[in-house]
């Protein structure tokens, strides 16, 4: 959004903004217009660091076009004039790939990353993208992108536009399927636009779950001042909605609603959401006095209605080969890398936990790091039939699923921990076990229950990618015990590792004084595989004689013994995640 000539031009950006957050993109107006008085974040270290990962990932694309010998027409941005006039010049030559192309119908002006001649020979839109899977926003933008086009050449709308992924991946959609929605959406941005006077009141209100960008820290203002429903941990949106329908506008009007049915919400849920609200709200008055004070909770029912273990009752019995498990990615490589794999077991000595750690900087290195991993907590599994796996929240099982397709490996131990229950997911024990007075269940507040802050240098998930992108940029050594970076990584996988044996601890020690028994469903010792099918052992044995041999025909033969059913289960982890 800028002004040329007293004149407002706005980018496909700026109604991604709006789409995301109209209170955003009100507040990038006014500062447009008021530049002195208000003050945006500054961009975050990530922030920077996935533009120019983006910007990368374009340059690679380029690069690979330029290296196919492909006619190609690069437009320089420094002079948007001179560019506008290259860009038509390169359209009326019909260059067949053009960088960078100048399109505007105004009031919206921007750069292309690519047009691309198709197989009539019409141009359409491309556009490079860092994540593994398109998401909707692209098709709002890339129709802005195809509108200018359509306006540059004279000609009716591109029939599609497409999208290459971080994977490489290209994928097509058809203009039209989302032309609609992208018409109502800028009809409501222009709106929006054309109505603004300035007044401070008429600013809208910031949306719950919205991305705000630049304005997150006036919209969390905002939501602290106004005391807003947002607050309560896991409400939804709907939810809100409905609540404000019934008059209940603030977490603290929630706590002292009757209860009483309140329209198309299930009354049930209207109870859940009351105690949650009363629960923080105390916390919050405990807080005032002492700031470090953990958060209330209660213990919730542990039988279901057909006499099923729910909550603290579905926790495990402790063994002495238990794993506590905790995984660091770093998604901004093509296809994301899960660069270690960190786990703490109990050791002889009381409270001593034992850290092991596998670590991976490359595709080859993840697919041994992965391998290393699943064949030790495999063979532990064996020898101690009662242990578990745990971890907080599905992050971990899901990148272990993903993992063994990827690099079609150890799928059969993988298959073989999930039925038998190994993994457990302590997000879903204390989600359905304990209600707790925070505005949230991550682990990180979840912790002031049974920890004080943390003391290391990388102190969340995001600290982890912008540091590991700097271990990149900065060369130091692979082994962490000789990168000051790796070490700090690893001290923060570590700790994550102890904080979740620490919670199950906390949590045996609530469910114990409650006196709520485990009835943690199938037990290892029934229905458990510890051992590969006979079926399954051969298969693999005989796959990896043949690779070994190294010859191109032995290698394609052990990869095609399993085909059939190597696809089945891409199949499935596709459609079910």
Not at 217 to 242: N, P
Not at 243 to 266: C, D, F, N, Y
Not at 401 to 427: N, P, W
């Amino acid at each position: 959004m800028r002004k040329i000539d007293g004149r407002l031009i706005f980018s496909p950006s700026d109604l991604i903004g709006y789409l995301a957050s109209p209170f955003a993109s009100w507040m990038d107006r006014y500062h447009l217009e008021h530049p002195r008085e208000l003050t945006p974040d500054a961009e975050s270290e990530e922030k920077r660091l996935i533009a120019e990962t983006g910007d990368q990932h374009e340059r690679t694309v380029l690069e690979e076009f330029e290296k196919s010998g492909a006619a190609l027409a690069l437009v320089p941005r420094e002079d948007v004039r001179q560019a506008r006039a290259e860009t038509l010049i390169a359209i009326s030559e019909k260059v067949p790939i053009i960088y960078q192309a100048a399109l505007e119908c105004m009031p919206f002006s921007g750069f292309a990353d690519f047009l691309m001649l198709d197989s009539s020979g019409n141009y359409q839109v491309w556009d490079t993208k860092l994540a593994r899977s398109p998401k909707p926003y692209y098709a709002i933008q890339l129709c802005c992108y195809s509108e200018m086009l359509a306006t540059a050449t004279g000609n009716p709308m591109p029939e599609k536009f497409g999208i290459i992924l971080g994977t490489q991946e290209r994928v097509e959609f058809r203009v039209e399927d989302f032309f609609h929605i992208y018409s109502w959406i800028k009809a409501g941005f222009l709106a929006m636009q054309e109505g603004f006077t300035g007044a401070w009141t008429a600013r809208p209100e910031p949306l719950p779950r919205a991305d705000h960008g630049r304005w997150t820290t006036h919209a969390e203002d905002f939501f602290d001042k106004a005391d807003h429903l947002v607050r309560v941990a896991d409400i939804s949106v709907g939810q809100i909605k409905k609540l404000k329908a019934a008059g209940i506008s603030t977490l603290s009007e929630l706590a002292a609603a009757p209860r009483k049915p309140v329209h198309r919400m299930v009354a049930g849920t209207m109870s859940k959401l009351i105690d949650q609200a009363k629960l923080q709200k105390k916390t919050k008055a405990n807080r005032r006095k002492d700031p470090n004070c953990p958060p209330c909770y209660e213990v919730l029912p542990h039988v279901g209605k057909n006499g099923e273990g729910l909550g603290l009752a579905t926790l495990p019995k402790k063994d002495a080969a238990d794993v506590f498990f905790d995984m660091e990615g770093f998604p901004l490589v093509a296809g994301g890398l899960e660069y270690l794999f960190g786990a703490s077991t109990i050791g002889k000595k009381a409270g001593a936990l034992i850290f092991h750690d596998w670590w991976a900087h490359d595709r080859e290195g993840e697919k041994a790091a992965f391998e290393g991993f699943i064949e030790w907590v495999f063979d532990r599994w064996q020898k101690n039939p009662r242990m578990h796996i745990y971890h907080y929240a599905a992050y971990e099982v899901s990148a272990i699923r993903r993992l063994s397709t990827r690099h079609d490996t150890r799928q059969e131990e993988v298959d073989a921990l999930l039925r038998g229950r190994v993994f457990v997911d302590l997000y879903q024990v204390v989600r359905r076990g304990l209600r707790i007075g925070e505005e949230s269940y991550s682990i990180k507040l979840v912790e002031h229950l049974y920890r004080t802050g943390r003391k290391t240098d990388v102190a969340t998930a995001v600290d982890s990618i912008v540091q590991y992108a700097r271990w990149i940029a900065g060369g130091e050594p692979r082994d962490w015990k000789h990168s000051s970076i790796l070490k700090g990584i690893r001290d923060y996988n570590e700790d994550d590792c102890r904080s979740t044996a620490e919670l199950v601890q906390w949590l045996r020690g609530v469910a114990e004084a409650k006196g709520i028994p485990s009835m943690s469903g199938l037990s290892h010792t029934e229905g458990a595989l510890k051992e590969l099918p006979p079926d399954a052992a051969e298969r693999i044995k005989i796959a990896g004689e043949l690779r070994a041999m190294g010859d191109a025909v032995s290698v394609a033969l052990g990869d095609l013994l399993d085909f059939h059913r190597r696809e089945e289960k891409r199949l499935y982890d596709f459609w079910c995640g």
